[in-house]
């Protein structure tokens, strides 16, 4: 398995909720259909005060995860842009591979 985590940063909080309802009833969605096994919202938690949120989605292996990124993922991160600009949320990416006890 195989963790892709996009990690959102909201510097305007009036569309904070607005996004949030995206992810979860849209964006999330998009993703399992475009190759991931689920996905799930974190709310994280910050020292500063800072408005951030973890999206982590789980495939199933490296090429899956590859094969999203590159045949979904600049498509669905044009539809996220096109609702919510960079002065609006920003965004860090980071990809791992998830190792399970035995």
């Known amino acids: 398995m195989h963790l892709y985590e996009v990690t959102a940063t909201i510097h305007d909080a ?5 996004w949030v ?10 993703v399992v259909a475009a190759g991931a096994e689920r996905g799930r919202l974190v709310q994280v ?9 973890a999206v982590q989605y789980e495939f199933a292996s490296r ?3 590859d094969a999203y990124l590159a045949d979904h ?3 669905l991160r044009d539809e996220g842009r096109a609702l919510f600009n ?3 949320i920003s965004y860090t990416r980071r990809t791992g591979a ?5």
Do not use: S
């Not at 938690?45 to 949120?53: E, I, L, P, Q, S």
């Open 21 to 30: 309802d995206w992810i979860l009833n849209q964006h999330i969605a998009d």
């Open 14 to 18: 009036a569309v904070e909720q607005g």
């Open 73 to 75: 993922a600049p498509r």
């Open 63 to 65: 090429a899956a995860l």
């Open 98 to 102: 998830i190792h399970l006890p035995r």
């Open 86 to 88: 960079e002065t609006q």
């Open 45 to 53: 938690d910050t020292n500063d005060g800072t408005r951030a949120y």
